[in-house]
């Protein structure tokens, strides 16, 4: 393997051959899960919906289609991103052909599949919507030219991964001759056209350079030096020292905010984009063992958690970064909080340390389910902390039945499915996640019973192996407490371990689910809205509530002007909401619970909560300083809030 040098401030590192480095962990096949209970109702409704519809078969997966003959991205659109929905649409139903071993999805997907080349692939390897293939970006000589789109390569890099999964589940050999003809084609493109990729796209490169993931995929698979070549250069570009938001890696050892690199940074910090490249990059470190590119990923997951966490347990600020942290209008793009679950997912297969399942955890009940509607054909756009209703995400760049984010969500489960569990390099079997599930791993099963996390009883995790296995069980870190067959026990870096005999084991497992108050600090956002959203971003503020309100207007005035205080049961982050029986004014308007002092108890509440609009309903008593205390209704905080109606109040802030 070549070496290439990487200039970062003073420092300067020649990097040496490297070989590549093993995974720590070993996820399970998508094919040998299942999901249980309400996860597995959740996961069972989008595959119907979104799948196995007749609208997802017709009119969904024929307007995907279309967008190759219109051309509207670049003949109407002018930079439009119709050429994602394909390859997003057909890496969903890869997914779901994989989880559910349907071989009749896999036949239905390959005759699709070769019938789209046949019409769309030209002879060179061009397969994208936009009728202009040179149109790579703006017009240098254009004043504006940063903010005219390009996503050429962006669209293509999906309908490329989708190609290349497409041969992974099924063998088909067409699926990844086409994959490596965009691929040369792409090459042969940029060389012929004097360009690297940070200089096509959007923001400086950023959206095209996110095909490094898929791009490391087919060099796995083939091992030709081109790609490995094109790979290198788009690592040596984000490595660079240069003063533009393209350079990611480079950027990552900096000591001031993501939202503090940029001039601009409600223009530059895209979120998707950014998390999408360091997904890549953890690929490329797993292919190269390239230390720098390592330490470099790791130290953007610094800055992601401590600027980045939003209230609803994941990263960003609408679909920007801007230091998140510090606000309490929280809100988050869907896309976001599925690559920042597997961004997660890479660091802890790469690691084996529990910290990443923690955070795949919240993300996944919170801010994830909150963002899917109830019957799983569509989903959000921006996922909010507090209001009436999430920005369900409306048909977008000239389409009827696509949008980005529920486009993408269905990934998510399968994500989740594969996160249940794992083998470690020494041989311990781990079991990550506790909702309801069966897992086939290596020789062994492992069942999951018990309702996690909205139940109140135990878990019950039973082991079937052929020989004696050890089972690593995680120890969530905001369970203070931990016991196995009614013996506490104590965890060692988020990990307790069962021994189990060959045969049939069970342990019964039990967490701490008391509630916990969860401080907010958090500048106040409530400022007089602007007229028209400023992309410099110098007020942040301003910024949440311009789209505190936007296609939500009977959200005006509820910009919320401090901090306050979350609720966490379990993983859960609890809410108040309309669906949950607490009345509008407690829900948006009650006196903060934060500034010490306060305690929170939990009981079950109505005896048919389904009246409610809800499965769960607790009572939440808040016992605070002077003998104050009252009694709210709440549910867990994606219950009460993935409704989209306008007269649907709710909030996790207490």
């Not at 569509?378 to 507090?386: C, D, K, M, Q, T």
């Not at 135990?458 to 089972?471: G, Q």
Request: aromatic fraction near 10%; hydrophobic fraction near 40%.
């Amino acid at each position: 393997m070549k070496s290439f040098a990487v200039v970062s401030g003073s420092f300067v590192s020649v990097l040496c051959v490297a070989q590549p480095v093993s995974d720590v962990c070993r996820y399970p096949a998508l094919g040998d899960v299942m999901l249980c209970g309400r996860a597995g109702r959740a996961v069972d409704a989008c595959i119907q919906s979104r799948v196995d519809s007749s609208w997802a078969r017709g009119a969904m997966y024929e307007e995907a289609v279309t967008a190759f003959r219109t051309h509207w991205d670049d003949l109407r659109g002018g930079g439009g991103w119709q050429n994602e929905y394909w390859g997003k649409t057909m890496l969903c139903f890869a997914g779901a052909a994989e989880y559910t071993g349907d071989p009749s999805l896999q036949r239905w997907m390959l005759e699709k599949t070769h019938a789209f080349l046949d019409e769309f692939q030209q002879p060179n390897g061009y397969l994208s919507t936009y009728a202009k293939e040179d149109f790579l970006r703006a017009h240098p000589e254009d004043p504006d030219a940063k903010r005219h789109w390009c996503h050429n390569i962006w669209g293509r890099k999906y309908t490329f991964w989708a190609l290349l999964e497409l041969h992974r589940i099924t063998g088909d050999a067409r699926a990844l001759e086409a994959a490596q003809k965009m691929a040369d084609h792409l090459i042969a493109q940029l060389k012929r056209l004097g360009l690297t990729l940070d200089r096509t796209g959007a923001w400086n490169g950023i959206s095209s350079m996110s095909i490094l993931k898929p791009l490391l995929e087919l060099n796995r698979l083939t091992r030709k030096p081109q790609y490995r070549k094109l790979a290198d250069d788009i690592v040596a570009a984000l490595s660079a020292e240069k003063s533009d938001p393209g350079a990611l890696l480079h950027n990552a050892f900096r000591k001031d905010k993501i939202c503090d690199w940029y001039p601009e940074p409600g223009f530059w910090a895209k979120s998707y984009e950014i998390l999408s490249c360091f997904e890549g990059l953890a690929e490329y470190y797993r292919q190269t063992g390239n230390r720098r590119v390592w330490d470099g990923v790791n130290a953007f997951h610094r800055h992601l958690v401590a600027e980045e966490m939003n209230p609803m347990g994941a990263v960003g600020l609408f679909d920007h970064f801007l230091n998140a942290a510090n606000h309490v209008n929280g809100m988050v793009e869907l896309c976001d909080v599925v690559h920042w679950i597997r961004l997660n997912r890479e660091l802890f297969s790469l690691t084996g340390e529990a910290r990443y399942a923690d955070m795949i955890e919240e993300s996944f009940y919170n801010a994830f389910l909150a963002g899917v509607t109830r019957d799983g054909r569509w989903g959000a756009h921006i996922i909010r902390s507090h209001g009436t209703r999430h920005l369900f995400a409306p048909p977008q760049t000239g389409m009827t039945e696509h949008q980005c984010c529920p486009d993408n969500m269905m990934r998510t489960y399968f994500d989740w499915a594969q996160s249940l569990a794992a083998e470690h390099a020494d041989g311990a079997l781990l079991l990550l996640q506790y909702c309801d599930s069966s897992i086939r791993l290596s020789d062994a099963s492992i069942a999951v019973r018990g309702g996690y996390p909205w139940s109140d009883g135990p878990v019950t995790v039973t082991l079937d192996t052929p020989r004696p296995r050890r089972l690593r069980l995680r120890v969530p870190a905001w369970s203070k407490t931990f016991s196995v067959n009614g013996i506490a026990c104590r965890s060692k870096d988020g990990w307790y371990e069962l021994s189990a005999p060959s045969g049939r084991s069970a342990w019964t497992l039990a967490f701490d689910l008391s509630p916990r108050i969860v401080e907010w600090t958090a500048r106040e956002d409530a400022l007089p809205p602007s007229p028209q959203h400023d992309n410099s971003v110098t007020d942040i503020g301003r910024y949440t509530v311009h789209f505190m309100e936007w296609y939500t207007p009977e959200m005006r005035g509820m910009c919320r002007t401090a901090g306050a205080a979350r609720i966490l049961r379990g993983p859960l982050v609890l809410a108040k909401g309309r669906a949950a029986g607490t009345d509008r004014d407690e829900t948006l308007n009650a006196t903060t619970v934060r500034g010490g002092g306060w305690r929170a108890s939990l009981r079950r509440g109505a005896d048919d909560p389904q009246s409610a609009g809800v499965e769960d309903v607790w009572m939440l008593t808040l016992s605070g300083p002077h003998e104050t205390q009252k009694v709210v209704p709440v549910s867990d905080y994606a219950s009460v809030s993935n409704i989209d109606n306008p007269s649907n109040w709710f909030s996790l802030w207490f």
